[in-house]
């Protein structure tokens, strides 16, 4: 016997949350104006550093399989929760910061796009949980989103991020040895995309996102200029 559906179940609002996500419109850097606006966003690579090759081609330009996951909050989120959105550019706030970290570490801009989708408080670290989850973006865990000293950089260690793209301001030098073990970290997110989770619940929320993937047409993929 089938289980009855519950459309609030985590795996299906999770699923619900990717989903949106993956129909807004892809927009190419570098940023035009402000937004306002909280949520999460999805950064997507399109040129050719042999780091990235598997990455690239894998997802053929469009725009579906994103090299880091993001989230920006209102101002004073730990303070209690607000139906009221947030008049604030939060999202193209952490999109600038990004765009300075790629351009200081030696990447073209132009390269990258991004899509982004504005939430209400009580979805975005939800969102932005299962979409890592699922796609295993290879920025994320790299050291790319951080903005003060911590983890690595407090033993003198250059972040993963930073042993590949030398030049931000402040970070510590990379020997052969962390550059590998940049590189090998980003093979192994990519040879996992869609496959191997050791949660059952996190497999089939993976399932469902790749299936609409899969069921995009062309027309609905590429990257666009924002206005």
């Known amino acids: 016997m089938s289980e009855p559906f519950d459309p609030l179940a985590v795996e299906n609002v999770g699923v619900t949350l990717a989903v ?17 606006g909280a949520g999460v966003y999805a950064l997507y690579y399109h040129g050719e550093a042999s780091a990235y090759a598997p990455l690239v081609m894998r997802d053929k330009g469009a725009s579906r399989y994103p090299i880091y996951i993001g989230s920006a909050v209102r101002e004073n989120a730990k303070q209690g929760f607000t139906a009221k959105p947030t008049t604030q550019a939060k999202i193209h706030a952490r999109l600038r910061n990004h765009q300075r970290s790629i351009i200081g570490g030696g990447l073209d801009p132009t390269l990258f796009s991004y899509r982004y989708l504005v939430l209400n408080d009580a979805y975005i670290t939800l969102a932005e949980s299962v979409l890592i989850a699922v796609f295993r973006p290879v920025w994320n865990g790299m050291g790319f989103g951080s903005n003060g000293v911590g983890g690595p950089r407090m033993n003198g260690d250059a972040s993963l991020w930073d042993a590949l793209h030398a030049g931000r301001a402040g970070r510590p030098a990379a020997g052969e040895a962390r550059r590998a073990e940049a590189a090998a970290h980003i093979a192994n997110s990519v040879a996992r995309i869609g496959a191997d989770y050791d949660d059952p619940r996190t497999g089939q929320m993976a399932a469902r996102v790749m299936r609409f993937i899969d069921g995009r047409t062309p027309a609905d993929r590429g990257p666009s200029e924002q206005a």
């Open 20 to 36: 949106e996500l993956l129909e807004r419109p892809v927009h190419r850097m570098p940023l035009g104006r402000p937004f306002p």
